[in-house]
Every structure is written in C-alpha cells, then in structure tokens.
C-alpha cells in the first residue's frame, strides 16, 4: 500500500487544472498568495504541498509559526494570523502554463479578495507573477508603494525548491522583514 500523502502519477495527471481552497478569514495579519498550485499541491489538496518547496520551512526560520508546519497543518495559520490564496486558481504542471491574460485576469480577482478580507499585508510570492498580474513591470522585492484599500503590498520571493535566486537564508531574511513590518502597529 503507498503512503496516501505520496500522489500516484494518475493523481497528478488528475489533478490538472484543480484548485486549492483559500485558507482565509477576515482581518489577517498576513494573506500570503502564491502563483498558481502546482499539481502535487493540488493532488494532496494543501498549499505549498511538494517537497523541496521552501515556504513552510522560511515562515517557520522567519518566526511566523512557532513550529515548522507540514502543509495539512495550514488551517493552524488562521488563528496565528495568516492565510493563504493564489494569483490564479487553477493547478498546472509549472507557473509557466499560465498565460499573461490568465495571470491579468488572477490579480483582478485577488484584489477583489482583498477589498473583501481586508488583510493588514498581501504578501505576493513571485516577482514576475506579481510585475504581471498588477502591470508593475519594474516592480522590486519588498514593500510597494501601492495598496490595496488599506492592505499594504509586499512581495516576496517565490520559495519554489526551483528558485536558485534565493538560498535558503536570504529567503528567511526577505520573509522576516515582512513579518517585522506586520507585527509593528506603525
């Protein structure tokens, strides 16, 4: 019998195009938003679900959890504080089967979450999702000028095991900004 949390390669061809539920509620400190599921997450139903994905590992060394979460522990963010969504929906094999328009289309769609939910920070975990789907083409790593209503803008790194950009402690350091910035009332 496989270990259930191991998908099959039938569960990522199935999970193609599925989506992750948000893990939201009003007033958060943080909403982090990824780009996209990719299917491993898809397939487990969890954010940030495949090994060697880095997000877990960076909010813990960042001090956003007190303990280093498996990602079918992600409701455990909601009373700390934190949440979870995406740009766009749907799962795919790789970010980059997601066209402009789609990725356009996502940002609207997240900015209406936003004026929703009203989180304190949406923080963006991809430079070129973000530079997309918001048309901020020169857009940098960090605080941006621009809210969202009261939501203040941060975007970070995408923490993909596929972003060689960032090693392991540069990452825990650009999150650890943000959750400074969060946890000051200023």
């Not at 139903?45 to 960076?58: L, Q």
């Not at 996502?106 to 979450?113: A, C, D, M, R, Y």
Request: hydrophobic share 40%; proline share 8%; glycine share 10%.
């Amino acid at each position: 019998m496989s270990d259930p949390r191991i998908p099959t390669k039938a569960e990522l061809r199935s999970a193609k195009n599925k989506t992750v539920p948000d893990v939201i509620a009003l007033g958060l400190a943080v909403l982090f938003c990824g780009i996209n599921p990719g299917l491993y997450t898809a397939a487990i139903g969890h954010h940030f679900g495949r090994p060697g994905n880095r997000f877990w590992p960076t909010l813990h060394l960042a001090g956003f959890t007190p303990h280093l979460f498996d990602p079918s522990e992600e409701q455990e963010l909601l009373p700390l504080g934190f949440g979870i969504t995406n740009v766009v929906a749907r799962a795919t094999l790789g970010a980059d089967e997601l066209t402009n328009r789609e990725i356009i289309a996502g940002g609207k769609i997240l900015t209406e979450k936003v004026r929703e939910f009203e989180p304190r920070f949406l923080a963006v975990l991809g430079i070129g999702a973000y530079r997309i789907a918001f048309e901020k083409p020169k857009a940098r790593v960090g605080l941006q000028p621009d809210t969202i209503g009261e939501t203040r803008v941060w975007v970070l790194p995408n923490p993909s095991g596929l972003n060689a950009h960032y090693q392991g402690r540069d990452l825990v350091k650009v999150f650890r900004k943000l959750r400074e910035a969060a946890e000051s009332r200023g």
